[in-house]
């Protein structure tokens, strides 16, 4: 267990939909990453936040905004949902203001379906 | 772009077995670069390698880092069916982690 509490778990919705992706890190931990896992694209970062503000963005699509509240936990909202969003999406954090000075802990991440 | 390319992409092997996991990269401002082991959900961490030529090791794991080169190699020994999953390997570049497709590694009794 890496201490990053991601909900829900599984989701499946419509297209066209909304849905909003929890993330919990671990205690202590001020950054907070997202990352999108599918079957044909590998791991691709999204954004990242650290303390409240954002840092770095990466592939992320328009119709998808995150934040990253006072207690540190983060959300990422995904709107006008289409097939290809399906995928798994990842929280990692780290105590570390970026990537490369300390080691991130996913958690389990959420599996979006969307049909 | 970033690119990080990993080989094989799928690998098995029998129990006991040696493998070397291949990852090269071109990452502009490269800091560090990440090995992590993916089995059924979350990629648990592995090892950071900054320096070349400097090998980290765990237990029946290690690995090396050549920058000149720009690859590093992930070596498993006495290999054992709980070595199975996806080992994927991220350059590092501030806040983003650039993942390659991993290689999937098989290790059957």
């Known amino acids: 267990d890496s201490g990053v509490t991601q909900t829900p778990k599984h989701l499946i919705t419509a297209t066209g939909q909304r849905v909003t992706l929890r993330c919990s890190p671990r205690?202590?931990?001020?950054?907070v990453y997202w990352y999108q896992q599918s079957l044909d694209q590998g791991l691709q970062f999204l954004i990242h936040?650290?303390?409240?503000?954002?840092?770095a963005k990466g592939n992320i699509l328009e119709r998808f905004s995150a934040q990253q509240f006072p207690d540190l936990h983060s959300e990422l909202n995904l709107s006008s949902l289409e097939l290809g969003d399906s995928a798994l999406y990842f929280c990692?954090?780290?105590?570390?203001?970026?990537?490369?000075?300390?080691?991130?802990?996913f958690g389990e991440g959420s599996r979006l379906t969307v049909l | 772009e970033d690119k990080v390319v990993q080989s094989p992409l799928s690998l098995v092997v029998h129990e006991g077995d040696t493998v070397t996991l291949n990852c090269s990269y071109e990452?502009?401002?490269?800091?560090?670069l990440l090995w992590y082991k993916q089995e059924k959900k979350a990629p648990t961490f592995l090892f950071m390698l900054?320096?070349?030529?400097i090998e980290k090791k765990s237990g029946r794991l290690s690995s090396i880092l050549d920058k000149k080169e720009l690859f590093s190699i992930l070596n498993i020994t006495a290999t054992q069916t709980g070595d199975s999953a996806v080992y994927l390997c991220a350059v590092v570049r501030g806040s983003r982690l650039t993942f390659g497709e991993g290689t999937q590694l098989t290790v059957n009794p």
């Open positions: 205690s202590g931990d001020l950054s």
């Open positions: 990452v502009t401002n490269f800091r560090s």
């Open positions: 900054t320096s070349s030529g």
């Open positions: 936040y650290y303390n409240g503000e954002e840092r």
């Open positions: 990692a954090s780290s105590v570390a203001t970026s990537a490369h000075t300390g080691e991130l802990f």
